[in-house]
Nanobody, 118 residues
Framework: QVQLVESGGGLVQAGGSLRLSCAASGSIYSPNAMAWYRQLPGKQRELVARIFSAGNTKYADSVKGRFTISRDNAENTVYLQMNSLKPEDTAVYYC????????????WGHGTQVTVSS
């Protein structure tokens, strides 16, 4: 049984910064990937950034140069540093964990709200 718990969301003005955290607990197998997704109002969930247990990363084009994903493998925690926030970044941000153990496990947190005002 794996649980993912997000924190760090809130209300900020355009140009501001937030740092999201996600702590994973339970039986987690390696290799794995942790990621941040977001769901904009009225839109489908989309990938923001992904980091693999080996440390390599991928970013959506819309956040390159502004957001940084990192992880602490010993603590099974993933972070998302968000700088130069824009109103279009307003969304619910979800933590994701994927690993293969005979089948693909695709696990989600409950989400944290980020609101960017103009």
């Amino acid at each position: 049984q794996v649980q993912l718990v997000e924190s760090g969301g809130g209300l900020v003005q355009a140009g501001g910064s937030l740092r999201l955290s996600c702590a994973a607990s339970g039986s987690i197998y390696s290799p794995n990937a942790m990621a941040w997704y977001r769901q904009l109002p009225g839109k489908q969930r989309e990938l923001v950034a992904r980091i693999f247990s080996a440390g390599n990363t991928k970013y959506a084009d819309s956040v390159k140069g502004r957001f940084t994903i990192s992880r602490d493998n010993a603590e099974n925690t993933v972070y998302l540093q968000m700088n130069s926030l824009k109103p279009e970044d307003t969304a619910v941000y979800y933590c994701n964990l994927q690993f293969v153990r005979g089948m693909l496990y695709d696990l989600w947190g409950h989400g944290t709200q980020v609101t960017v005002s103009s």
